[in-house]
């Protein structure tokens, strides 16, 4: 059974370029939640996600990124126009929908705007 | 906001010995959640905590939660040096998880 998977795992980005990250949930889970987590930080809620729904996204700023987690494929973090301030490492968790609380983390995205 | 505290930040400790580390929550939650974070990896859950009193342990790790206090422990005893590592909790309000900023435990021979 194959863990949640993200990627790419590194990705540099010029600034003003848009960056796509990519979760890939475990089987059979519906739920999909993006973090942030900047250097020597603690992880920060960005958005949470079920099947073609944005549940909550009251953690992502409100310009430049978006995010979906359509009926088909992956999860995808989207950054338009990225800044400096965009480099961190984002995480993708999923869960089931019979206990949504139990989350299991990707290896993560490391992005990096030069 | 939900606010959630951990200390220490920082953490060194000698093999062998026993430390607590303490996170406190700023509303009632009855979920509390423990993570470890080795570096430039992702997040290994270690513990969830579902109900007031709760308490787990695994190996040398055990963790509890007082949903009065707003308060979880997670208590190292005998440390080895393979726990090196930072130590995250996080509670969550149905949507939205909060974490706190951390503990890194370094253990030294």
């Known amino acids: 059974n194959a863990g949640v998977m993200q990627n790419p795992r590194h990705l540099v980005r010029r600034r003003g370029q848009e960056a796509r990250l990519r979760c890939s949930p475990m089987k059979g889970h519906s739920h999909v939640y993006w973090y942030r987590q900047l250097p020597e930080e603690g992880l920060k809620f960005m958005v949470y996600?079920?099947?073609?729904?944005?549940?909550?996204e009251s953690g992502m700023p409100k310009e430049r990124f978006s995010a979906e987690f359509p009926k088909e494929g992956p999860s995808i973090l989207r950054i338009q126009q990225v800044v400096r301030g965009d480099s961190a490492a984002y995480f993708c968790a999923s869960s089931p929908w019979t206990a949504p609380y139990e989350q299991y983390f990707g290896p993560g995205t490391r992005l990096t705007v030069t | 906001e939900l606010k959630v505290e951990q200390n220490p930040l920082f953490l060194s400790m000698q093999e062998g010995k026993n430390y607590t580390i303490y996170c406190n929550y700023s509303t009632t939650s009855d979920r509390l959640y423990w993570y470890r974070q080795d570096p430039g990896k992702s997040l290994e859950s270690l513990f969830v905590l579902l109900s007031n009193g709760a308490v787990k342990q695994e190996g040398r790790l055990m963790a509890s939660l007082d949903t009065k206090a707003r308060l979880s422990t997670l208590h190292i005893t005998a440390a080895v040096h393979d726990l090196s590592a930072t130590y995250f909790c996080?509670?969550?309000?149905?949507?939205?998880?909060?974490f706190g900023t951390g503990t890194s435990l370094t253990v030294i021979p």
């Open positions: 996600l079920q099947k073609e729904n944005i549940i909550d």
């Open positions: 996080a509670v969550d309000n149905g949507n939205q998880f909060y």
